[in-house]
């Protein structure tokens, strides 16, 4: 059994939508980011960093693994499923992980929070992460028109990829223009463990039907992103 320490964000999908791939069994405890259930003391034994996801492994030692990357490749690693044996396939799949972790992520991250949570618009901050995602984007629709998967077959790193790149409405990033992306974004969207995963802990977006909805959300991302 292992234990999922999560909230609806992109981070924490990547750990669920991976967790319902490889079918293991799991708890979810949902941290109320905004009231700073990641920085008590109890959390920070498992992930010093005070951010999430975190899992535990109570088949392993009670074993804790956190930053979401080390854990998609953890539970790969574990079932032996979502990447190659071989060391050059490994390698392909690391290092479009690796793709996500250091561009996608921080980039659209930064987006969100310069075109959402900043209460000040800064017009070329905004300009510099939303045109930097783009160009991530872009990247992926060139790979994406060569192969079906990011790294071969299906792996953790098309997990990793499409639990961000599904928001870039969000980061107000635009994918017109870009076929092959779109194609996947589709194909992901097929897959019942990744409809399944994107619902831990609660689907974020059920929760923005309204414009007053909306505002309360980014308030709340506000207070969280000053954590």
Known sequence: MIDLYTASTPNGWKASVTLEELGLPYTVHALDLAQGAQKSPEYL??????????????ANGDFAVFESGAILLYLAEKTGRLMPADAK????????????????????GQANVFFRYFPKKLQPAIDRYQNESRRLFEVLDRRLGESE??????????????????????SGV??????????????????PACQRGIEVPARAERALQSEQATQAFVERAQQIVQR
């Open 89 to 108: 396939g490994r390698s392909r799949v690391v290092q479009w992980l690796m793709f996500q972790m250091g561009g996608v992520g921080p980039m659209m």
């Open 149 to 170: 998967w990011l790294a071969g077959d299906y792996s953790v790193a098309d997990i990793a990829h499409w639990c961000w790149v599904r928001t870039h409405k969000w």
């Open 174 to 191: 635009s994918i017109e223009g870009l076929p092959h992306l779109q194609r996947w974004l589709d194909a992901m969207k097929a897959r």
């Open 45 to 58: 034994r498992l992930n010093p960093n005070g951010r999430i996801p975190t899992i535990v492994d109570r």
